[in-house]
Nanobody, 120 residues
């Protein structure tokens, strides 16, 4: 059994910063891709950023230059540093991880979600 535990998020003024964290816990053999999606009310869930185990990163055009994704493989943790936040970044943010368990089965897991609200 594997769970993704998220932390961070909250209310911030435009131009401010927030940092999200997501840790995978459980019977983990290895983790390939990790990343973050977001979903605003009435919108589809969209990819924000992802990072592979080797460090290759991918970002949505809307967050390039403002958000930075990183991971600590020893801690099975992925981070999202969000700077220069805009009201349009307001959404529920979900982490995901492609996990191979100790039984060698591979599954994509999702975090519980955390709200980010950018407002003055």
């Amino acid at each position: 059994q594997v769970q993704l535990v998220q932390s961070g998020g909250g209310l911030v003024q435009p131009g401010g910063s927030l940092r999200l964290s997501c840790t995978a816990v459980g019977s983990i053999f290895s983790i390939n891709g990790m990343g973050w999606y977001r979903q605003a009310p009435g919108e589809q869930r969209e990819l924000v950023a992802s990072v592979r185990s080797g460090g290759y990163t991918n970002y949505a055009d809307s967050v390039k230059g403002r958000f930075t994704i990183s991971r600590d493989n020893a801690k099975n943790t992925v981070y999202l540093q969000m700077n220069s936040l805009k009201p349009e970044d307001t959404a529920a943010y979900y982490c995901h991880a492609d996990v191979t368990s100790t039984s060698r089965s591979s599954t994509t897991y999702w975090g519980q979600g955390t709200q980010v609200t950018v407002s003055s």
